[in-house]
């Protein structure tokens, strides 16, 4: 199935051809054109190119106006103002492109892929082995996993990457721990879940620190484990490789209720870059891009100095020749940039690591490792808070673990199903309660700009009213019931009917899908595709109370208003699994 142009580059290349042709050094300027309330599209261009022209801007629109070929999609075009443009297109227009849309069994939608599309790695869902996933986890994972998602939609060949904490001094201290009590990890059953490996890992993990803290002699054991690890020591690796089995059990049980795929070869934790440490410090020291400091291999900026006015370095290896963040990073982008191939380098961190990243970039572009060709990015995101607008905690002050936050949510859209649908059995109340809860939690973040913080109000989340995922999902099931209730009459699209001003508004809306995609994939920006589909949400639900569907007045407008639904159906669905959020078909 081939691309579908959208209206707004159809009406954009009639405006584009009529300017060139009037002003000839103007060929290749943007009309920029965007949506009115004032017509389907107003342009505000002209203005501009007549003040670089030195012409009246009334008179240039007029002229543009005369050369614009109008017809099977243009309808009226006229000038308004000091030289906007106001642009009505024809109901036909509107009805056929969405019919060609509509056509498309790809489900697609006619959205086109990207024409020169690169690789992109993005690293994302970065939890640390034994230890719990907690709140501070989920917008990683959710941004994540969109972005992915819209990336791959546009075309994108994407490496999904999982840096997981997965080395250091405390596994020192596991690893003795559990060498000398080698059943702390053993299982009653070999189908062990999820929360029961996690609970086994935090039972050893309180019990060897316990021990650390009171026992010298343990502790000097426990750092020599942390040399043997370090050295590749085959019997300390295998039993630092338990607890990232152990640990990687859990992490999968939390994404599948996440209803994300995480895939096991795409985790590649901090230790998968261990042989490449001492290389990418020769490399740096040789290049003179790190110098030794008091015995560290340091990397210094103008611009990054400490409250005393004294520079602050960026630490590659300690002076004990131990390794930090900063080396295992840089490890990381020449493995994506030389061996992945990649164009583009994506980390969904939290944005208080910022200076951190922004040294690690700096120093791999002074060691010609990023260039014009690559480009690396933090995709930096906000704190989730509590209703009282303080960082998400529970009433003890602790950090609230994830998977106890998902099923609360699951409880209460559960609670929302069962009062809403009589006619559900548990079971398929259960699954839509999971559908319904996570799909909450995720839109609540997506829908909220990565950079801002946001409040966690599960009563908001899962809401019918407002714009919550919940209102979505609604409308679309809304949408279904209207379809079976139609029985044998089918959706068809009839381009000769004239459109009410709510089926115009709708379908200009569902036009712009390809659009939206286009621009929040390449912003990295899922939150406008949430707000495009809220209010598509919005425009449908005007539509279904001042157009009656099933009751309208002959056989060609029920088709064609079904045309109407289903058009908007498919675009909530494929826009909110692009947010990793079900449709259930039924609520």
């Known amino acids: 199935m081939a691309s579908v142009t959208s209206l707004s580059d159809s009406v954009q290349q009639r405006l584009a051809s009529a300017l060139s042709a009037t002003l000839p050094e103007a060929a290749g300027a943007d009309p920029l054109l965007r949506r009115s309330d004032r017509a389907d599209f107003q ?46 297109v024809s109901d036909r227009a509107i009805t056929a492109n969405l019919a060609a849309r509509y056509a498309d069994d790809t489900g697609r939608l006619g959205v086109p892929r990207a024409a020169n599309p690169g ?27 969109s972005v992915v998602q819209l990336l791959e939609f546009a075309g994108e060949s994407v490496v999904r990457r999982h840096h ?34 996690m609970s086994n890992l935090d039972r050893l993990y309180k019990a060897a620190r316990k021990l650390f803290d009171s026992d010298e002699e343990f502790k000097t054991r426990a750092r020599r484990r942390v040399v ?54 020769r490399l740096l020291e040789e290049s003179g891009v790190a110098v030794r400091s008091e015995g560290a291999l340091c990397v210094f900026f103008d611009d990054v100095k400490g ?110 199903v069962r009062e809403k649908s009589q006619d559900l059995s548990e079971e398929e109340i259960a699954e839509r309660g999971a559908q319904v809860g996570v799909g909450a939690v995720k839109y609540a973040d997506l829908s909220t700009s990565a950079i801002r913080d946001y409040k966690f109000d599960l009563d908001q989340m899962v809401s019918l009213n407002g714009d919550t995922s919940v209102y979505l999902q609604y409308a679309y099931a809304r949408i279904q019931s209207i379809l079976r209730k139609a029985g044998e009459v089918r959706p068809a699209a009839h381009p000769e009917l004239e459109l009410a001003p709510a089926e115009r508004a709708l379908g200009l809306h569902a036009d712009a899908f390809a659009e939206t995609v286009r621009e929040a994939a390449a912003e990295y920006a899922p939150h406008k595709l949430a707000a495009y589909l809220y209010q598509l949400a919005s425009l449908y639900t005007t539509f279904y ?43």
């Open 307 to 416: 409250p005393d006015g004294n520079p602050v370095p960026l630490i590659v290896q300690k002076s004990d020749g131990g390794y930090g963040y900063a080396a295992t990073d840089l490890s990381a982008i020449r493995d994506r940039v030389f061996n992945l191939k990649a164009n583009t380098l994506l980390y969904v961190v939290d944005a208080r690591q910022a200076l951190h990243f922004r040294m690690v970039f700096e120093t791999a572009r002074r060691a010609g490792w990023l260039n014009e060709d690559v480009e690396a990015q933090q995709l930096a995101f906000g704190t989730v808070l509590g209703k009282d607008g303080k960082p998400f905690k529970t009433r003890a002050g602790e950090t609230i673990r994830l998977v106890d936050l998902l099923d609360e949510a699951i409880d209460r859209a559960s609670a929302v």
């Open 43 to 88: 342009a505000n261009g002209i203005l501009a190119l007549a003040k670089k022209a030195k012409a009246n801007p009334r008179e240039l629109a007029a002229q543009v106006v005369a050369g614009v070929e109008s017809g099977e999609v243009i309808k009226d075009i006229e000038v308004s103002g000091p030289g906007f443009l106001n642009i009505t």
């Open 545 to 587: 109370d001042k157009c009656p569907v099933l009751k309208a007045e002959t056989p060609e407008l029920v088709e064609n208003r079904l045309f109407l639904c289903d058009v908007t159906a498919r675009t909530l669905h494929r826009g909110m699994a692009l947010l990793g959020v079900r449709t259930p078909e039924k609520l």
């Open 228 to 281: 043997d690890l370090q050295a590749g020591d085959p019997k300390t690796l295998a039993m630092w490789q338990r607890f990232v089995d152990e640990s990687k059990i859990y992490f999968f049980s939390v994404f599948e209720k996440l209803d994300m795929e995480i895939r096991d070869a795409d985790i590649v934790g901090e230790s998968g870059y261990n042989d490449m440490l001492a290389e990418t410090c």
């Open 119 to 145: 690789t992109t790695v993005i690293d994302y869902a970065q939890p640390n082995v034994a230890k719990e996933m907690h709140v501070g986890h989920l917008r990683s994972a959710v941004i994540g996993d």
């Open 164 to 197: 997981i904490g997965d080395w250091g001094t405390q596994f020192g201290m596991l690893i003795q721990y559990l060498d000398e009590h080698p059943h702390e990890l053993d299982h009653k059953d070999s189908q062990v879940s999820g929360e029961e490996a």
